[in-house]
């Protein structure tokens, strides 16, 4: 049947969504891999009782004396709690300011170097055709690989430690930035761009005195938010050996550290929490 | 030169045979137009006559599809000015478009002194990319804002202005600018009658010795903008004549035209030799070529 009509694709596009859910589960019962485990409530709950005796709460109220007994009951070594988690407390200090630092660092770098693409890829500034579609397959290709793969590529480029999670954030949030960037140069008043043009003002200067006072404030807004992602982002990228938090956590996992991994989870809470109290509050002011 | 054609050099304006097409339509059709330098003309007609493409057509910001166009003796079309020459005519045509284009975040004086921008050279043009600008200027600046009694608001961002104050800026960026052509489309639009008559004189100061170009719809404010007056209609010119001779009737007439949105009605009172002149010719006017439409 050949209808010429045209229909309205909603109910055509919600059946092809309700299909391919259907396929994926499916596929997934069928290789039996639709499980939840063993004992899943019973693992929930030691977790969970494991999660919330954080080390730090821990070594204040519970035992002091740390014992440490060979198989028949000799006391080898006693150590004091508190000194021992103080010392865990100081690393996490040092690994959240470097993981504020990786994302600092690796925030500017990205938005510097997607403010250029992000002109060329703006399509109200009337860039060069060829220029501009590099510009936005550049940006593209840098938002579709993850600030970890970049990672694991980059601690082989330059190795282990705080650079190569600077430069995986920036390449990865150049991408992020230049569509941002580039957004809010098309939503902006193109005819004030154009009265500034016509009083015979050269590209630097109508960039200077039209685009960038109007655009300032989202750009401003744009780096907030993908700085306070980054600082998400990078508590991640220790476990590649990037540097920061994230090699804590990769420690306190493999260790089954379950009190350690909640001070840990706390301590990446109230960074992200404190920052995003901090940049609300810049916005605001700018706006 | 024989005396009925002007010397080039006299003229600020000289067209012929100037087209411009948007889909499908002429969108401007001008045979032939001649403004001699420091003449002040107004351009009146009802929306989509073909106005603002006029004066985008003078500015440079469209290019005609046909025809030959020469502002301030530059040839703008057949061939497109090349990038260099054109930024030197828009030095010398300064603009107040319909809604004033003012930079919003930008100071009243800041904005003032982008009428400046285009003569800087040198250290001083890539200075004025942080907004430092030469002494001289930031004393014209401020004279013209005075002029324009906007001197004790120089420190205030423009966004937080009334509709008439922002006309006063957009004045003093003018002013400062000293154009040899302004072009003024609907300067007065969105203000109160005073303040509108304040513009006008204002816009008058402004282009003191030079070729005002300016568009409006007020007949009570044609008199004060120009002596000549061209009626649009559709794209073509049907009327060209003293701002002094202009009938009152004869504007409605015009602006009548469109309103009845079919082909327009023939107009009372156009027979040759009487005071106004208007064309006979006022049907929608299709592009020549086979463009497929609805």
């Not at chain 2, 004066?55 to 020469?70: D, K």
């Not at chain 2, 107040?96 to 284009?101: A, C």
């Amino acid at each position: 049947m050949t209808s010429r009509r045209q229909r309205h694709p909603g109910p055509l596009l919600a059946a092809a969504y309700a299909a391919l859910v259907l396929l994926c589960l499916a596929t997934l019962w069928h290789a039996g891999d639709l499980t939840l485990g063993r004992a899943p409530w019973a693992n929930l709950a030691r977790t969970l009782a494991e999660l919330s005796q954080p080390s730090f709460l821990d070594a204040w109220w519970g035992p002091q004396r740390l014992e440490y007994r060979s198989d028949d009951g000799t006391l080898l070594r006693v150590e004091d709690r508190r000194v021992v988690e103080q010392a865990f407390l100081w690393a996490l200090a040092r690994a959240a300011w470097t993981t504020l630092q990786i994302a600092t660092l690796g925030s500017l770098l990205a938005a510097l170097l997607a403010l250029p693409l992000a002109l060329l890829a703006a399509r109200n500034l009337g860039a060069p055709r060829p220029l501009a579609l590099a510009a936005r397959a550049v940006l593209g290709g840098a938002r579709a690989v993850h600030t970890l793969v970049f990672g694991l590529l980059l601690v082989g480029i330059v190795g282990l430690g705080p650079v190569a999670g600077i430069l995986a954030i920036a390449l990865h949030s150049m991408g992020s930035y230049g569509k941002l960037h580039a957004e809010a140069i098309e939503a902006l008043d193109m005819a004030a761009v154009d009265a500034v043009r016509a009083t015979g003002a050269g590209p630097l200067q109508v960039f200077f005195h039209a685009v960038w006072p109007a655009v300032l404030p989202q750009w401003v807004g744009s780096h907030l938010y993908v700085w306070e992602f980054n600082i998400r982002d990078s508590t991640v990228l220790g476990l590649i050996g990037a540097g920061g938090l994230g090699l804590l956590i990769s420690e306190a996992t493999s260790l089954f550290q379950w009190g350690r991994l909640a001070t840990l989870l706390l301590a990446v809470v109230a960074l992200v929490a404190a920052f995003d109290a901090l940049s609300r509050r810049v916005r605001q002011t700018l706006a | 030169m024989s005396p009925p054609q002007a010397h080039p050099d006299a003229l600020a304006v000289q067209a012929s045979g100037l087209r411009c097409a948007a889909g499908g339509l002429w969108v401007l059709d001008l045979p032939a137009l001649q403004v001699p330098a420091g003449e002040h003309l107004v351009v009146v007609g009802p929306n989509g006559a073909g106005k603002s493409t006029l004066l985008r057509c003078l500015s440079g910001f469209v290019q005609p599809a046909q025809g030959q166009l020469s502002v301030l003796g530059r040839p703008l079309a057949p061939r497109p000015l090349p990038r260099a020459a054109l930024r030197a005519l828009r030095c010398e045509v300064g603009q107040v478009l319909q809604g004033l284009h003012l930079v919003q975040r930008l100071s009243v004086l800041e904005n003032t002194l982008v009428g400046a921008l285009g003569r800087l050279r040198g250290a001083d043009a890539w200075r004025s990319w942080w907004r430092h600008y030469p002494a001289h200027e930031q004393a014209a600046a401020w004279q013209a804002l005075q002029a324009v009694g906007m001197a004790a608001h120089a420190q205030a961002r423009v966004d937080r202005l009334s509709g008439g104050e922002r006309q006063k800026v957009a004045m003093a960026r003018l002013l400062l600018q000293r154009p040899r052509l302004v072009l003024a489309d609907e300067p007065t639009a969105s203000l109160d009658p005073a303040a509108a008559h304040a513009a006008c004189a204002l816009l008058r100061q402004a282009a003191a010795g030079a070729t005002l170009v300016t568009i409006v719809h007020d007949p009570a404010l044609v008199p004060l903008l120009g002596s000549r007056v061209l009626g649009l209609q559709k794209g073509r010119l049907v009327l060209d004549q003293p701002a002094s001779t202009l009938h009152p009737s004869t504007l409605a007439d015009l602006y009548r035209g469109e309103a009845d949105g079919g082909p327009a009605p023939a107009l009372p009172g156009t027979q040759p030799g009487t005071q106004s002149h208007l064309h006979p010719n006022l049907y929608p006017h299709r592009h020549p070529h086979p463009h497929p439409h609805p």
